[in-house]
Each structure stands twice: as structure tokens, then as C-alpha cells.
């Protein structure tokens, strides 16, 4: 009985036509959904192993009037599209809970919990898009979720490790 009703499952071959529209009225245009590996890795970008461990005191994060501070007597904070995040950012390209900022060991960690991905522009080492992955931050530099830095004018975050 289980061996047919899988068969039978498995000959209705539906795929989801786009645009799509959701009970709640939402559209959908595309399907966004892309296999990934989400695993973190505890790797260093190649460029960032080159580099000595420089040990900051605090990261400020400016985002239009809000500023952040991280230090090593914080534990994290969280930024993205809900409420409850530490840092709210109103764009529809960022997520619900899209990156976690983290002071690991002396250095600050900034990890994408995201599907759209984080760039990294440094002012030193230039432009990194980093999709489930973590990136360590020192200097200063622009934090763009979900679009790249170019495309995206007003959204931006200011970072400065101090």
C-alpha cells in the first residue's frame, strides 16, 4: 500500500508556476529558493589568513541615526527585517534575521544567517560577498545586506573597529 501511493506520488510531476499569489495577497515573481550549503565554516577568507591578529576594543555600526556599539563585554547583536532584531533595517532584501555580529576571541565576527548574502566592502581589502558564511571585521568599511554595495544607495551600514 506505502510502495504505490509513493509511485503515485512520484508519477504527479507539478511545478510551481510563477508569478504566484499567496493567500495573504502576496506575489511571488520568482522562485527564490536556491540548494546552498549553510554549514559555517570556522576558515578565514584567503586574504584574511595573510593577516595578523589585530586585537580591536569595539565596533560602531551607523545606520542612518542609529549607532550600535560591540565590545567584549557584549555578546552579540543581531540585524535584519523583524522586530526583535537589534538593529531593524526596512528593506525587502534583507531577512527576517539576515546577520550576527559577534566579538570571538579579541576579534569582531560578522556572520550571514541569510539566503540574499552580505557584502563586505573593506576600506583596505576591498569587496567580499559572503552567503552562510562569516567574514572578520577590522579598519572600517560598508555593510550592505541582501543587494550589492553599488546598487544599494540608502541602505548601508558604516562600520569602524576601534
Known amino acids: 500500500m506505502h510502495n504505490r501511493r509513493?509511485?503515485?506520488r512520484?508519477?504527479?510531476?507539478?511545478?510551481?508556476?510563477?508569478?504566484?499569489?499567496?493567500?495573504?495577497?502576496?506575489?511571488?515573481?520568482?522562485?527564490?529558493?536556491?540548494p546552498q550549503d549553510r554549514r559555517l565554516s570556522n576558515a578565514k577568507?584567503?586574504?584574511?589568513?595573510?593577516?595578523?591578529?589585530?586585537?580591536?576594543?569595539?565596533?560602531?555600526?551607523?545606520?542612518?541615526?542609529?549607532i550600535r556599539e560591540l565590545n567584549g563585554n557584549s555578546s552579540s547583536l543581531i540585524v535584519g527585517r523583524s522586530h526583535e532584531c537589534d538593529?531593524?533595517?526596512?528593506?525587502r532584501y534583507v531577512s527576517s534575521i539576515h546577520a550576527r555580529f559577534e566579538y570571538i576571541n579579541g576579534?569582531?565576527?560578522?556572520?550571514?544567517?541569510?539566503?540574499n548574502g552580505t557584502f563586505v566592502q573593506s576600506d583596505k581589502e576591498g569587496n567580499f560577498h559572503i552567503l552562510g558564511?562569516?567574514?572578520?571585521?577590522?579598519?572600517?568599511?560598508?555593510?550592505?545586506?541582501?543587494?550589492?554595495?553599488?546598487s544599494n544607495g540608502e541602505d548601508l551600514i558604516r562600520y569602524f573597529c576601534q
Open 45 to 66: 577568507l584567503k586574504w584574511q589568513h595573510a593577516l595578523p591578529k589585530v586585537e580591536a576594543k569595539r565596533l560602531l555600526l551607523i545606520y542612518h541615526d542609529a
Open 107 to 115: 576579534e569582531f565576527v560578522l556572520m550571514d544567517l541569510s539566503l
Open 6 to 8: 509513493f509511485k503515485e
Open 10 to 34: 512520484r508519477a504527479f510531476n507539478y511545478t510551481t508556476q510563477f508569478p504566484l499569489i499567496l493567500g495573504n495577497g502576496r506575489l511571488i515573481r520568482a522562485d527564490r529558493r536556491k
Open 87 to 91: 538593529l531593524l533595517i526596512p528593506d
Open 133 to 150: 558564511d562569516k567574514i572578520y571585521l577590522w579598519g572600517s568599511g560598508l555593510i550592505s545586506f541582501g543587494r550589492p554595495i553599488k
